[in-house]
């Protein structure tokens, strides 16, 4: 589709001799611009005497081939890597452009038309991009669950403190829920919860009452 062909145009003699007269031939009924089967007829035409041919020809759309190598052996890579202990969102990421790339090579396999060659180099390299932050772990949070835990038994008994420090703890005890529940808090974060919280919980001072001795 969209393409001039290559038509020649051969004058055989009983001579057994061959000329090409394709420049001064005359070809009628081919259309690049329509897809579908077309007749042609060639025409040539020599000392009064015409003689003419025809056949038929079929107008496709191109087929459009893409290359997938790269983006089949960044799936195996893929395939390979470790996502224990990775942060929550870069582990999601990183699954869906796995199965977005799985997707593009079932395509690919099945001649989908519709694919381009830029659908493709753009998912492998999202795909690597991504296998690049498999770095990014997620805290440890033993420390910080046992602070919390600390923590939850003084708020239960909250009114026995001074006002001065409670908001602070408060706050803090949020806070530190918030990173223990944040599937990607790192470890710098957690150790600042853990800390913050600990440091908040020291600062607390009960009221004065000899019979809590």
Do not use: C
């Not at 090409?20 to 077309?38: M, P, R, W």
């Not at 997620?138 to 006002?163: H, P, R």
Request: charged share 25%; aromatic share 8%.
């Amino acid at each position: 589709l969209g393409q001039e062909p290559n038509f020649k145009v051969l004058a055989h003699y009983n001579s057994g001799y061959t000329k090409d007269v394709t420049k001064d031939a005359t070809i009628e009924g081919f259309d690049s611009s329509k897809e579908g089967v077309q007749n042609v007829t060639a025409s040539y035409t020599e000392n009064d005497v015409t003689k003419t041919v025809s056949f038929t020809v079929t107008v496709e759309k191109p087929s459009q081939s893409v290359d997938t190598d790269v983006l089949q052996y960044a799936l195996e890579l893929a395939d390979k890597a470790d996502t224990n202990g990775v942060v929550v969102s870069v582990v999601e990421r990183f699954e869906a452009l796995k199965a977005q790339a799985q997707e593009i090579l079932n395509r690919a396999a099945a001649g989908d038309e519709t694919l381009t060659q830029e659908t493709v180099d753009q998912t492998w390299q999202d795909l690597i991009n991504v296998m690049q932050y498999l770095s990014f772990k997620q805290g440890d949070k033993t420390d910080l669950e046992k602070v919390i835990a600390l923590a939850a038994t003084m708020e239960t008994n909250i009114d026995a403190y001074m006002d001065e420090g409670k908001q602070a703890f408060t706050d803090a005890l949020a806070a530190a829920r918030d990173v223990y529940a944040d599937g990607d808090a790192m470890q710098d974060e957690v150790n600042q919860a853990w800390r913050g919280l600990l440091e908040a919980m020291a600062n607390l001072r009960l009221k004065p009452d000899k019979s809590a001795l």
